[in-house]
């Protein structure tokens, strides 16, 4: 992993929480990989969290809490009592979307190794079936030709 200067790091991390581009189009346009972009905004918003108090459990709450309410002036009012933020509730409605869309998607090596191990027994699978092949042929040729 090449190693990134802090001050473009704050600047991509600020770009992916204040705007509503993917991490696929901040990838493409940065360089940046999508999993560092990913690391770096968990990291961000881990980090303003915890400094408000916040736990993952009560910021997944808010996003449900807050998803109750349509109306923008309501949903901000119900923010408010619960002292989170319109921008809080965004960020962490986007980071739980993001996660839920990453649930149950292969991780990054977990298809080389798949492939591999699908490799290892076919491998096996060729072996066990020029055994079978050898051991019918010997049969047939003893059956034909008894002694």
Not at 48 to 70: F, H, I, K, N
Request: include cysteine.
């Amino acid at each position: 992993m090449p190693p990134y200067n802090q001050d473009v790091k704050d600047q991509i991390t600020s770009r992916i929480i204040s705007s509503n581009e993917t991490l696929e189009t901040v990838s493409t346009q940065t360089g940046v990989p999508v999993h560092t972009l990913e690391m770096w905004r968990a990291q961000a918003m881990a980090k303003s969290a915890r400094a408000l108090g916040w736990t993952p459990r009560q910021m997944l709450e808010v996003v449900s809490g807050g998803m109750l309410y349509s109306d923008i002036k309501e949903r901000t009012a119900w923010l408010a009592k619960q002292n989170a933020s319109l921008m809080d509730f965004d960020c962490w409605t986007t980071a739980a979307r993001d996660g839920l869309r990453a649930f149950g998607q292969v991780k990054r090596g977990e298809a080389k190794a798949t492939r591999l191990r699908i490799k290892v027994l076919e491998r096996d699978l060729r072996k066990k079936d020029k055994a079978m092949a050898a051991a019918a042929a010997q049969f047939w040729n003893g059956y034909e030709n008894p002694d």
